[in-house]
């Protein structure tokens, strides 16, 4: 089978620790490791996030006295691509994953149109205490919003509507190679006149990127892996509940936060709908279980006369290709200075 897996910043780097290299780097290890049963039996395009890392490196460059101007953050992107894609083939080959696996500095269209623009949902960097988010948010002009229990610099996260590096993904994809791109939602890019294009100062959402290339490339799956267990209902209530099977109009009628679960779950129903084939959420240490369904959430097309879509078409073409069901239930607005 063709997997689409998406694997969560969160994986590589858990909240409140030291982002130190060694450290992320055993994590890779660990979700390399995790991964080698799918990429042995599979071909996986891997789409990992970088909300944590593009943060941090955002930070050092901003208090760096060399620069005149801080590096901006689709420069930073790529950076993140590099670095994050290299220590995943490298961890992946030393699992013993004989496929060849390769990273591609993922460019991502993005609209100059794009609400998201104008109202920052992606979490990126580490988390602050309320009063020292703030002081940040004045000091650097960041807008800053609640997660959790702690604060975090938000920044715009615009929808992918083309990812331009498709045709030679699909290339390596019909070779069997495992391929790792669409990192942090790839390269945010706006198209200008002429065919030239411009980086996007904005941080695209991994689980949307790996929703449309999962549809663009005609995917069995997409498995969208990360720190919990299961999307769950009344999630951070008493009567919380995860939900094993769930079919995607049942999902699109619920309400996730847009920093975290949202856009995991616009994927999934994304991907099932323009497919008809399932889609998963569920801990990246399960991934093998949470493919065959023993574990995670399994999305499925809903019941009835549906008529799913063609392998690789989507419901519809260009942005909005499906809707947002997240947008709206962030916790706590994004806060400017
Ligand atoms: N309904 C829900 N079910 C499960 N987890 C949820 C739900 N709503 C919010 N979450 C949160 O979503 C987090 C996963 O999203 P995120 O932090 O963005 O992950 P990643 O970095 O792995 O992409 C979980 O750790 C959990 O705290
Ligand atoms: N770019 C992105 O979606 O990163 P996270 O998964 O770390 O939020």
Known sequence: MLL????GGNALLERGERPDAGVQRRHVRAAARALAPLAAEHTLVLCHGNGPQIGLLAVESENDPALAHPFPLDTLGAQTQGMIGYWLAQELGNAGIARPAVTIVTRTEVGADDPAFRSPTKFVGRGYQELEARRLARE???AVARDGLAWRRVVASPE??????LPTIRQLVAGGTTVICG????VPV???????????QAVVDKDLTAALLAIELGADRLVVLTDVDAVRR???TPQERPLSTVDADELRAMRFPAGSMGPKVDACVRFVTATGRPAAIGALRDAPAVLAARA???V??????GTPRAPGVPATRGPGYGPRISQGAMEGSAERP
């Open 183 to 186: 990192g942090g939602g790839g």
């Open 300 to 305: 499925t097309a809903p019941p009835g006369p």
């Open 140 to 142: 650097h002009g960041w």
């Open 234 to 236: 009344d999630f951070g």
């Open 296 to 298: 995670g959430t399994t």
């Open 190 to 200: 706006l198209a200008r006149d002429g065919g030239r294009f411009e980086g996007a």
């Open 160 to 165: 992918p509507r083309r990812v331009l590096e």
């Open 4 to 7: 689409v897996v998406a694997l």
